[in-house]
């Protein structure tokens, strides 16, 4: 069993100015046929990770991919799993029941539609009554950050940052070097007492 | 001036979340807003380049429940219903409606060119490799959506380069006024009309190709169809957002009617072929329609920087000395954003050049010319990064990562076809020559000057 701690991807906040660049550099990654352009993008920009705008900061949100992961633990199907220090969540067996949702603390997951090729993909059975009688209910499930798993160059986000804002934190490598940090500046402050 | 003139670019406030990259790309200063705020485009100082277009990431939300629903905004930029892809804050204004509504039109007689850059760019909106060059696979669709004559810019690009060639002849040796500018890229030549009015004496008078192909479809064009003039419909495909500006300039009706009806952009054209459910990348290669689309290579390599420059070296060359040039490529005027200078031993004449890609990057130059102290005959300006092949109407590159391959895959494709093609001077254009034969009679004639070329207007 490994003991290796998951890594996440973290935005600056001094250095994002909310382009969405990484939304929408994350959406398509996440598309399967090989989008380019913006014409042959024929879904919605569906993210993984929020840009998130208030007057005091402006930065995306994703997933912190938790050592003891909520969203795993709160899962009802067992669809949440961790899989090479990434949490993953299965999209064929989640059956959208949200409870990922409102265990995450951060807010890393959404419930999303379904698309293929621009077509929203619709349930086999259950439908939504509406004033035009019957109509049929749209497939949702639950979507967060997946670290690019399948992407050879890492996060699409955080490649494509135009202000570098974004990074890929490895919590064991980040802990050394402020340890590091730590023990350079206690020999700095205490240089003039011991000459 | 039409109301499509004022504000074919614009920022969906709605939409802007104020990052400010778009300010950032323009050349001339034209978006204004706060930080974090949505912006505004100084309608009287932009150019319309498009490249805010190109660069902007803001896009409407499948989630966002307080923005106008997507039908609204779709009817309001001028596209059509069918378009799936996402629409983001900066936009250029779509006329695919109207293009639309006149393809249906059976009353009229259709005719389309199309500018070379588009022929490296369309075919990524069908998920081909970026740069791919298609200009047999962009011909035959134009003719399946319905155009009756699918001509080609290029060939008025070959045109341009005779007129323009001769002027700076002429100008050169006739003491005229020199430097001379081209005067292709119609956003170089407004921000002449407003930055530097009393320099406007220096730009070429030669109308670009996009209008000398729709004054000659509804005088010459209409002529060998024989239908009448009032009946043609004029639609230019274009890599640039400002073709839409300049071909509603009032002053370019030379034939007698409004030279160019619409111009839509690569990627409006892209729509246009998704929309009549036309399988793009399946098409036979099929030729562009004779006169009116037989090109050379230097036709073609307008799309990119130095491009003009060196179709001109290639046909002024041979015009002075009457010899031919001892190698057509002339590597040296090539390059990406920034300035070139040259010097071209052309018979006893050092014919010093300048070559400006990036509207940005002139000011520099227009300030020697303004103080008298120019080392240089001719300018080419070309407002786009790497000249047409980056203009703000082509397809839009969502990773900023690939943008740099799109530009060089683009621009690769250019030479590729310029080096493939039989013929590579203009002045070798057998239809251009037949067309002075049967038509205009010589370059800078009564009847070129009157079709080809154009005046400026003082925006200041």
Not at chain 2, 183 to 204: D, G, R
Not at chain 2, 415 to 428: E, G
């Amino acid at each position: 069993m490994s003991n290796k701690i998951n890594s996440f991807v973290v935005a600056d906040p001094a250095k994002c100015i909310g382009c969405k660049v990484c939304e929408v550099a994350c959406a398509v990654s996440h598309t399967q046929y090989g989008v380019v352009t913006a014409g042959t993008m024929e879904d919605p920009v569906i993210p993984r990770l929020y840009l998130v705008k208030t007057p005091e900061v402006t930065m995306p949100v994703q997933c912190r991919h938790c050592e003891d992961a909520p969203c795993a633990n709160s899962c009802p199907v067992g669809a949440i799993s961790q899989e090479k220090n990434v949490i993953v969540i299965n999209e064929t067996e989640c059956v959208g029941c949200k409870t990922c949702m409102i265990a995450c603390p951060f807010g890393a997951i959404d419930l999303v539609p379904k698309y293929v090729k621009g077509e929203e993909i619709t349930q086999r059975v259950l439908k939504s009554e509406t004033q035009d009688g019957l109509v049929e209910k749209a497939v949702v499930y639950a979507s967060k950050c997946d670290l690019c798993i399948s992407r050879p160059d890492g996060p699409a986000c955080v490649e494509n940052c135009p202000e570098k804002a974004l990074e890929v934190v490895k919590p064991a490598v980040l802990k050394k070097e402020r340890n590091r940090d730590a023990a350079l500046s206690l020999l700095e402050s205490v240089k003039k007492f011991i000459g | 001036m039409s109301a499509t003139v004022v504000g074919i670019v614009q920022i969906d406030k709605e939409l802007c979340t104020g990052c400010r990259r778009c300010a950032e790309v323009c050349p001339v200063d034209a978006i204004k807003g706060e930080k974090g705020e949505p912006q505004t485009i100084d309608t009287e100082k932009c150019c319309y380049c498009g490249q805010c277009v190109q660069v902007c990431s803001a896009y409407a939300s499948i989630f966002d429940e307080e923005i106008a629903p997507r039908e609204q905004k779709i009817a309001e930029r001028g596209l059509l219903d069918s378009v799936k892809e996402p629409l983001f804050a900066a936009y250029n204004i779509g006329h695919n409606r109207e293009v639309k509504k006149g393809l249906a039109d059976a009353s009229l007689f259709k005719m389309v060119q199309c500018a070379p850059a588009v022929r490296v760019a369309i075919a990524e909106e069908f998920g081909l490799k970026l740069g791919s060059l298609t200009p047999g696979k962009m011909a035959a669709a134009l003719r399946r959506l319905g155009f009756d004559r699918v001509y080609d810019t290029n060939f008025t690009a070959d045109l341009t380069i005779m007129e323009e060639g001769s002027e700076l002849i002429e100008r050169v040796t006739q003491n005229g006024t020199l430097p001379m500018f081209t005067s292709c890229c119609p956003a170089w030549v407004k921000y002449v009309e407003q930055e530097y009015p009393e320099l406007i004496p220096h730009l070429s008078s030669c109308k670009s190709p996009q209008q000398m192909a729709g004054a000659l479809f509804k005088t010459y064009g209409a002529k060998i169809d024989n239908v009448e003039p009032a009946k043609v419909f004029s639609v230019s495909v274009m890599p640039c957002t400002c073709k839409k500006f300049e071909c509603d300039r009032p002053e370019l009706t030379d034939s007698g009617f409004k030279d160019v009806d619409y111009v839509i952009t690569t990627r409006e054209l892209a729509q246009l072929i998704k929309d009549a459910g036309i399988d793009f990348k399946n098409l036979p290669e099929e030729d562009f329609d004779k006169p009116l689309g037989t090109y050379t290579g230097a036709g073609t390599i307008f799309g990119v920087t130095g491009g003009v420059m060196e179709a001109a070296l290639r046909t002024g060359y041979e015009l002075i000395t009457k010899e031919a040039i001892p190698d057509v490529k002339l590597d040296f005027v090539r390059g990406g954003e920034g300035v070139r200078k040259a010097t071209v031993k052309v018979g006893d004449l050092d014919l010093r050049v300048a070559v400006v890609s990036g509207l940005k990057n002139v000011r520099p130059l227009m300030e020697q010319v303004k103080a008298g102290t120019a080392d240089f005959h001719f300018m080419e300006v070309m407002t786009c990064p790497v000249g047409c092949v980056s203009g703000g109407g082509q397809p839009k590159v969502l990773l900023p990562k690939l943008k740099e391959t799109a530009y060089k895959n683009r621009a690769c494709s250019t030479y590729t076809h310029d080096d493939n093609l039989p013929l590579r001077k203009s002045h070798d254009n057998p239809d251009v020559q037949k067309l002075y034969d049967e038509f205009l009679v010589k370059p800078l004639g009564h009847e070129s000057h009157h079709l080809l070329h154009t005046t400026y207007t003082p925006r200041r």
